[in-house]
């Protein structure tokens, strides 16, 4: 879907980069689901991963319908899981799926419902969905739509809660901070002095004594 949005004739960088950044993100939770199977002794058994049937996007509305239908499957996937963790009396497994999976998942279906709906008011129509997914029973029912719905609020209390994680609260104004000028008269103080012990064939160090003295010399020449 990234590449085909990255053809000349589509150019779509937008949507190229998205889909690309999603698909690298998609595969790193793959990762990380596979690493603590190993770490544990388990065993990795791979399964063929299915293509869509379709090739041609048509534009950008109709692929963010199929991810978000894709989403949707993903999620359900990962509520299975977390099921068979409770069954089985796993709560590491649960605890990983829930802080590192399930949350980033909500989070991305939430914005991609979102901007499906803002986009279009009516339902997508069967032709443009995958007919890999056209077969798959609705993946959320009510009770775990409630739930997903109130994981995702919770998550938003968090952000909005931590001022650390504060990403939707009230921009803080910055702050104005003063800079004394100085630098302008200490160039020239210094200047004075070095070109007066130049002339004496004496070397010292300017400090604030010296500098204080040539000042006052330099207010009663120019200023007075």
């Known amino acids: 879907m990234s590449f085909y949005f990255d053809r000349d004739d589509v150019a779509l960088k937008n949507f190229a980069k998205y889909f690309l950044h999603h698909s690298h993100e998609e595969r790193e939770h793959a990762e990380k689901l596979m ?33 978000l239908h894709l989403e949707k499957n993903v999620n359900q996937s990962l509520l299975d899981l977390h099921k068979l963790a409770t069954d089985k009396n796993d709560p590491h497994l649960c605890d990983f799926i829930e802080t590192v999976m399930h949350h980033r998942n909500l989070l991305r279906l939430h914005w991609l419902e979102h901007t499906t709906s803002s986009s279009v008011s009516k339902k997508p129509r069967l032709d443009q969905i995958p007919a890999a997914n056209l077969d798959a029973d609705d993946p959320l029912t009510d009770e775990q739509e409630q739930k997903a719905e109130e994981e995702r609020i919770r998550m938003e209390n968090i952000l909005s809660g931590n001022p650390l994680l504060n990403l939707t609260g009230p921009v803080q104004p910055q702050a104005n901070f003063k800079v004394k000028r100085r630098w302008d008269d200490d160039v020239v103080f210094k200047n004075c002095a070095k070109g007066i012990d130049e002339m004496k064939k004496d070397k010292r160090f300017v400090n604030d004594t010296l500098r204080s003295e040539f000042h006052k010399k330099f207010m009663e020449k120019y200023i007075k």
């Open 35 to 67: 690493k603590p199977q190993n770490q544990r002794g388990g065993r990795i058994f791979l399964q063929d991963i299915k293509k869509p049937d379709r090739d041609d996007w048509e534009n950008g509305l109709t692929a963010m319908e199929c991810a």
